[in-house]
């Protein structure tokens, strides 16, 4: 398991933009429990497009057997935030309207781009590339950064990889389609606007994607509840080409409410980046989610974790 972690003593909000690293972790089974292996992309410099965070880490396979790690990566100006002298927690989101904002935070939170690592093995060694794979565009929809990659590897060595960008800070978050004939690259898009618009229902992010029977599937995350009926739960749609998509007769995906092994119920205040383990046969088994409880403000979180959900078919 690939995940993204920082300093427990520091807030989920700013510090996952200044201080997150990707680890790796294994277990015996899917279900767990995790032991902490190593980390896989550490800071390595402000002068690297990467080098003061990676975050949002998407682990695939290629045919040639090379291990694929699509990641967001970031970089700022300053001194590393410490438990001893954080930032002032914050919603990203607030930061347009925020005058006094951190420029550590801003900075990071600008120059996001999604970035590929390559190795032999899950253990490494891994290569990083000096330059990122997606950049985002000026005076496109997908303006400011792009994150959240969704890589699908196809069986005749193509990539097709969905991200997420917005136009500036605060506008509603959307997903775009860019595809590689060879997971090097280059990626481009395959169409120039996002691959959903919901109207006044706009606002997806987390997307995962896998190709199943045929179609590419594709769950994601409804920001505001108008698609699925659940505000932050998760929503299903299909393709044919990875560009035009038609959501599921029913979209619900998933729940933030849970239901744990003893029979009790919860509901998470966040239940973020969900990806999926696929059998053989490219049919999911288990689902994964980053999640946490206690406050429904990023900026007042302290406790975050992986959590797993065996499907049942």
Not at 138 to 155: F, G, I, Q, S, Y
Not at 171 to 180: K, R, Y
Not at 264 to 270: H, L
């Amino acid at each position: 398991m690939f995940a993204s972690r920082w300093p427990r003593r520091m807030s989920f909000s700013p510090h996952w933009l200044t201080n997150s690293e990707i680890v790796r972790a294994t277990s015996p089974t899917p279900e767990g429990p995790y032991h902490f292996q190593e980390v896989v992309l550490p800071a390595r410099g402000s002068h690297h497009w990467d080098g003061r965070m990676t975050h949002n880490p998407s682990i695939r396979r290629a045919a040639d057997g090379t291990w694929l790690l699509f990641y967001t990566g970031s970089t700022y100006d300053g001194d590393t935030p410490t438990p001893e002298a954080p930032i002032e927690a914050v919603d990203p989101g607030e930061l347009s309207e925020m005058p006094k904002v951190d420029k550590r935070m801003a900075q990071a939170h600008r120059n996001q781009k999604i970035g590929l690592a390559t190795a032999p093995s899950p253990a490494g060694p891994w290569k990083r590339n000096d330059h990122p794979i997606l950049e985002p565009r000026p005076d496109k929809w997908d303006a400011l950064l792009t994150t959240n990659p969704a890589p699908c590897v196809c069986h005749d060595g193509r990539v097709l990889l969905i991200y997420k960008s917005v136009r500036f800070r605060g506008d509603s978050m959307f997903l775009g389609v860019s595809q590689a004939e060879h997971y090097a690259g280059p990626y481009e898009r395959l169409q120039d606007e996002p691959i959903l618009r919901f109207g006044n229902k706009d606002d997806v992010e987390d997307p995962y994607v896998w190709c199943q029977d045929g179609f590419f599937h594709l769950i994601m995350k409804d920001m505001e509840g108008g698609i699925g009926g659940e505000r932050r739960g998760g929503i299903k749609a299909t393709s044919r080409d990875g560009i035009r998509w038609t959501l599921d007769a029913d979209p619900k995906a998933y729940s933030r409410h849970i239901k744990w092994q003893d029979r009790k119920e919860t509901f998470q205040d966040f239940f973020e980046r969900t990806s999926l383990l696929l059998d053989e046969n490219g049919c999911p088994t288990h689902l994964f989610a980053a999640t946490a409880t206690g406050s429904a403000h990023v900026g007042a979180l302290s406790r975050s974790w992986n959590m797993v959900i065996p499907l049942r078919h």
